[in-house]
């Protein structure tokens, strides 16, 4: 039976099952990324400060050197829209993990999601060295635990699904091509891996057509 393309929508929508393979494919997300952290790092990461490793599944990181600034690892990869999923905890006296995308050079920072003990925030960056807080609120985050994230990039809207909730924000910043992600945030101070340490782990970025 040739079905035209309106009783084929009627038909769809009484049963989502009755879909062609050629049709469910078509909707389904395509994995750009998997990182499993069992070996070392590929030289797509690029750029980094303090100590990071990657063994058994886990990326590990902590403020290490002179400088005084916490762990940053960054990994090079153009995209747009994505769908991002990962694990993060914090040890010792680690305060917040943070998820920074960049632009290419001279762009720079264009949005980085900051996850911490005491607080959410979802950071844009509209220009160069010009940072502008999306959302910011409160929170209470457990030491030690692992705490699942994901991301979703599509068009000017950020959605993230963490710690039981879900929070949403807009602007055109968004929308920016992405040259680079990376994992950061504080981990505990300059005494290095005896302060506090990063982890990460389950990487997997996906885009949905």
């Known amino acids: 039976m040739n079905l035209t393309p309106s009783l084929l929508a009627i038909l769809l929508a009484f049963n989502p099952a009755a879909a062609s393979p050629a049709q ?5 997300s395509t994995t750009v990324l998997k990182e499993n952290f069992t070996s070392e790092l590929s030289q797509d990461w690029f750029w ?3 100590t990071w490793a990657a063994q058994k599944g886990v990326l590990r990181g902590f403020e290490s050197g002179p400088r005084r600034h916490g762990p940053v690892k960054v990994r090079r990869l153009a995209f747009r829209e994505a769908d991002i999923r990962f694990e993060f905890r914090l040890e ?3 305060s ?5 995308m ?3 050079a001279p762009r720079g920072h264009i949005l980085n999601v900051v996850m911490g003990r005491r607080s959410f925030r979802i950071i844009a960056h509209p220009k160069k060295g010009e940072s502008l807080d999306l959302l910011r609120e409160d929170i209470t985050l457990q030491s030690g635990d692992w705490h699942p994230v994901r991301l979703s990039l599509k068009g000017d809207e950020i959605r993230v699904e ?4 879900v929070w949403s924000a807009k602007h055109p910043v968004v929308a920016e091509l992405k040259a680079s992600f990376g994992f950061g945030g504080d981990s505990g101070g300059p005494e290095g891996e005896r302060a506090g340490a990063l ?9 949905r057509p």
Request: aromatic share 16%.
């Open 92 to 94: 010792g006296r680690a």
């Open 199 to 207: 982890e990460f782990r389950h990487f997997e970025m996906s885009h």
């Open 24 to 28: 469910t494919q078509a909707t389904a």
């Open 96 to 100: 917040f993990a943070s998820f920074p």
């Open 48 to 50: 980094g400060l303090g």
């Open 162 to 165: 963490f710690n039981g909730k």
């Open 102 to 104: 960049d632009g290419a």
